[in-house]
């Protein structure tokens, strides 16, 4: 598949520049060495780099995917020299502070240059994810020693990362993990455990990998302290390190197996066993009994990396399956029917439009919620108001169990429509969207299931915050609002947009009032609809912000330029007429308390 089937240039540029306030992050330090001329000569070299690397590899890693040769793990041998060759342009730094090797790039310029790359998921970039995350995650919560240790080769690349959260009986409930730390006389603590659903967690493509552990320090009667405040964060690398830097002798990590995954079959995903066999040494990262708070600090950007993962491949499976109704012919013309008239091009029959619109529709709004919840990230970083600092944080971690699991629910909608664009040949291996569609699969799931995260909206975000965030989320909306309702061609979907926004208040307040009232569950029992409909107005609000861009577009735009903006406009049209209008039945359904599933039991079933 090639990279420019699944790009399209001018989105990327319209994204961090029109809609998003990348000129102004770049106008502030820590930010200003860098132009916007920098980053679009970036955003091409790395395209063409992945053009050159990378088309292909997909298929030929989905199709050899990782396996188990005498305890080590087997990649396909063109995964590491292209890895490497993606490691030496230097683009994996991007947003790494340069006090470690880092480029130090905006958190959304980073995500966008992910994107040509991306573009071919499940090539084993995926590694490379997780290395990012934790070494973010280890330069909040390590020391300075442990930051000076581990971090310029993780910067590198020359050392990978991994996270070890799960456990065969401990999925997403952390707090009932059992592997344990003892502490040594040197300070350092011997870990022993068993762990799954490791992605990264053994290969042979560096030098050494650094794994972020979570495990429970063991009492002095023996015990493990019950629940997720007995829970904390060690570092475990594949080799311990020597004195001068360099890997020294294995580490006590042995793999007891492969999982064999459905889809993002790219990236091995392992189950790994701690100190059975050899002492595993680890070091212990932040407080005891903490663990939690700093692999939050991963897992949250993960979280909204699997966002744009998601939303990249609901884009890539829709520019693919666009590519191809243009050149696909196939029936007649409704007006034209007679056998002996040419055959036409599949977009032009209705209902094919109205697939690809529905695409465009969840991809390019996902893509910018995505891009928004990294500027949010960014705006952090340059704010020095205490107060409007602390605003974007709480916007920020409102929306980010939603950047999660909209683009993972709605993406896969979107990638079961590519298929269907392409017919029986969409359902073969000769074309890429049936792996689109299987690699997608997987973000509705790790790093917490979509019920998870509607949990975390609503109970902890939304209920346990008295709806304060809820409020600054409403509240930038409604600024949006107020300055479409004077556009004639926005005024429809304003007001749409201003009644969810009412029925959502609306509706919170009836779950608020009856988790008050003691009722938690009755409150929390349809939270994932909770979720969507937030989702949804959220999404909504992404294409009203991107519509009146188009609508204030120069009237001597090039002819191209003038078809983007239309396009922009059609498809803000589509999702509030066939997306947002979902939300009044949903606000119907959650003022109900509908108790539906909260009363069935399992004999029931």
């Given at each position: 598949m090639?990279?420019?089937?699944?790009?399209?240039?001018?989105d990327?540029?319209?994204?961090?520049f029109?809609?998003?306030?990348?000129e102004?992050?770049?106008?502030?330090p820590?930010?200003?060495?860098?132009?916007?001329?920098?980053?679009?000569a970036?955003?091409?070299?790395?395209?063409d780099f992945?053009?050159?690397?990378?088309?292909?590899m997909?298929?030929?890693?989905?199709?050899?995917?990782?396996?188990?040769?005498?305890?080590?793990?087997?990649?396909?041998?063109?995964?590491?020299?292209?890895?490497?060759?993606?490691?030496?342009?230097g683009?994996?730094?991007?947003?790494?502070?340069?006090?470690w090797?880092?480029m130090?790039?905006?958190?959304?310029?980073?995500q966008?240059?992910?994107?040509?790359?991306?573009?071919?998921?499940?090539t084993?970039?995926?590694?490379?994810f997780l290395?990012?995350?934790?070494?973010?995650?280890?330069?909040?919560?390590?020391?300075?020693?442990?930051?000076?240790?581990?971090?310029?080769?993780?910067?590198?690349?020359?050392w990978?990362?991994t996270?070890?959260?799960?456990?065969?009986?401990?999925?997403?409930?952390?707090?009932d993990?059992?592997?344990?730390?003892?502490?040594?006389p040197?300070?350092?603590?011997?870990?022993?455990g068993?762990?799954?659903?490791?992605?990264?967690?053994?290969?042979?493509?560096?030098?050494?990998?650094?794994?972020?552990?979570?495990?429970?320090i063991?009492?002095?009667?023996?015990?493990l302290?019950?629940g997720?405040?007995?829970?904390?964060?060690f570092?475990?690398?594949?080799?311990?390190?020597?004195?001068?830097?360099?890997?020294?002798?294995?580490?006590?990590?042995?793999?007891?197996?492969?999982?064999?995954k459905?889809?993002?079959?790219?990236?091995?995903?392992?189950?790994?066993?701690?100190g059975?066999?050899?002492?595993?040494?680890?070091?212990?990262?932040?407080?005891?009994?903490?663990?939690l708070?700093?692999?939050?600090?991963?897992?949250n950007?993960?979280r909204?990396?699997?966002g744009?993962?998601?939303?990249?491949?609901?884009?890539?499976?829709?520019?693919?399956?666009?590519?191809?109704?243009?050149?696909?012919?196939q029936?007649?013309?409704?007006?034209?029917?007679?056998?002996?008239?040419?055959?036409?091009?599949?977009?032009?029959?209705t209902?094919?439009?109205?697939?690809?619109?529905?695409?465009?529709?969840i991809?390019?709004?996902?893509?910018?919620?995505?891009?928004?919840?990294?500027?949010?990230?960014?705006?952090?970083?340059?704010?020095?108001d205490?107060d409007?600092?602390?605003?974007?944080?709480?916007?920020?971690?409102?929306?980010?169990?939603?950047?999660?699991?909209?683009?993972?629910?709605?993406?896969?909608?979107?990638?079961h429509?590519?298929?269907?664009?392409?017919?029986?040949?969409g359902?073969?291996?000769?074309?890429?969207?049936?792996?689109?569609?299987?690699d997608?699969?997987?973000?509705?799931?790790?790093?917490g299931?979509?019920?998870?995260?509607?949990?975390?909206?609503l109970?902890?975000?939304?209920?346990?915050?008295?709806?304060?965030?809820?409020?600054v989320?409403?509240g930038?909306?409604?600024?949006?609002?107020?300055?479409?309702?004077?556009?004639?061609?926005?005024?429809?979907f304003a007001?749409?947009?201003?009644?969810?926004?009412?029925?959502l208040?609306?509706?919170?307040?009836t779950?608020?009032a009856?988790a008050?009232?003691?009722?938690?569950?009755?409150?929390?029992?349809?939270?994932?609809?909770?979720?969507?409909m937030v989702g949804?107005?959220?999404?909504?609000?992404?294409?009203l912000?991107?519509?009146?861009?188009?609508?204030?577009?120069?009237?001597?735009?090039?002819?191209?330029?003038?078809?983007?903006?239309?396009?922009?406009?059609?498809?803000?049209?589509?999702?509030?007429?066939h997306?947002?209008s979902?939300?009044?039945?949903?606000?119907?359904?959650?003022?109900?308390?509908?108790?539906s599933?909260?009363?069935?039991?399992?004999?029931?079933f």
């Open positions: 090639q990279t420019e089937q699944l790009l399209h240039r001018r990327l540029i319209f994204w961090l029109e809609l998003g306030a990348t102004h992050i770049l106008s502030q820590p930010f200003d060495d860098y132009s916007r001329d920098d980053v679009e970036m955003i091409d070299a790395v395209t992945a053009a050159a690397e990378f088309d292909g997909a298929e030929l890693l989905d199709a050899n995917e990782p396996r188990l040769e005498d305890g080590t793990v087997w990649n396909h041998p063109a995964l590491k020299p292209a890895i490497d060759r993606y490691l030496e342009t683009f994996f730094t991007a947003g790494f502070d340069p006090q090797g880092g130090g790039l905006p958190y959304a310029v980073s966008v240059l992910e994107v040509p790359t991306g573009a071919h998921a499940g084993g970039l995926g590694y490379l290395t990012a995350a934790a070494a973010n995650m280890l330069n909040v919560v390590g020391t300075d020693e442990q930051k000076a240790r581990y971090l310029p080769k993780m910067v590198s690349g020359e990978f990362g996270m070890m959260l799960s456990e065969p009986q401990a999925g997403s409930s952390v707090g993990i059992r592997t344990r730390a003892v502490l040594q040197d300070g350092s603590y011997q870990i022993t068993s762990k799954m659903w490791i992605s990264g967690g053994d290969h042979e493509l560096a030098d050494n990998i650094v794994h972020m552990v979570l495990a429970k063991e009492n002095e009667d023996g015990s302290t019950p997720s405040r007995g829970v904390s964060l570092l475990v690398p594949k080799f311990r390190v020597n004195d001068d830097g360099s890997p020294g002798a294995h580490n006590g990590i042995r793999l007891a197996g492969l999982n064999h459905m889809g993002q079959r790219g990236i091995v995903n392992t189950v790994p066993v701690l059975d066999d050899a002492p595993c040494v680890g070091e212990l990262l932040g407080a005891p009994g903490k663990g708070a700093g692999m939050f600090h991963m897992m950007e993960a909204i990396g699997i744009v993962s998601a939303a990249q491949l609901a884009w890539n499976g829709y520019r693919y399956s666009l590519d191809y109704a243009k050149d696909r012919t029936g007649r013309s409704l007006t034209a029917p007679g056998a002996d008239q040419p055959q036409i091009p599949i977009i032009e029959h209902d094919v439009k109205r697939m690809l619109l529905h695409q465009k529709a991809a390019e709004g996902a893509m910018a919620l995505c891009l928004y919840g990294a500027e949010l990230i960014d705006l952090t970083r340059i704010t020095h205490a409007k600092r602390q605003q974007i944080e709480a916007l920020l971690a409102l929306l980010t169990p939603v950047i999660k699991s909209w683009p993972s629910m709605h993406g896969l909608e979107a990638n429509l590519a298929i269907q664009v392409l017919g029986g040949y359902y073969t291996r000769d074309y890429p969207v049936e792996r689109i569609y299987r997608n699969r997987l973000n509705e799931i790790h790093e299931t979509t019920g998870i995260q509607s949990l975390d909206l109970g902890r975000k939304v209920l346990q915050d008295n709806g304060q965030s809820l409020g989320l409403l930038e909306i409604s600024k949006t609002i107020a300055a479409s309702k004077s556009e004639e061609r926005l005024g429809e007001s749409d947009l201003e009644l969810a926004c009412e029925q208040q609306k509706v919170t307040g779950l608020a009856t008050v009232e003691g009722l938690l569950p009755l409150a929390m029992a349809n939270s994932v609809v909770y979720m969507d949804q107005i959220v999404v909504a609000w992404m294409w912000r991107m519509a009146q861009v188009a609508c204030a577009a120069p009237q001597d735009a090039s002819a191209a330029d003038a078809a983007f903006y239309q396009g922009k406009l059609a498809a803000c049209q589509f999702f509030f007429r997306e947002l979902k939300t009044q039945a949903q606000a119907r359904l959650l003022a109900s308390l509908d108790d599933s909260l009363k069935m039991t399992a004999d029931q």
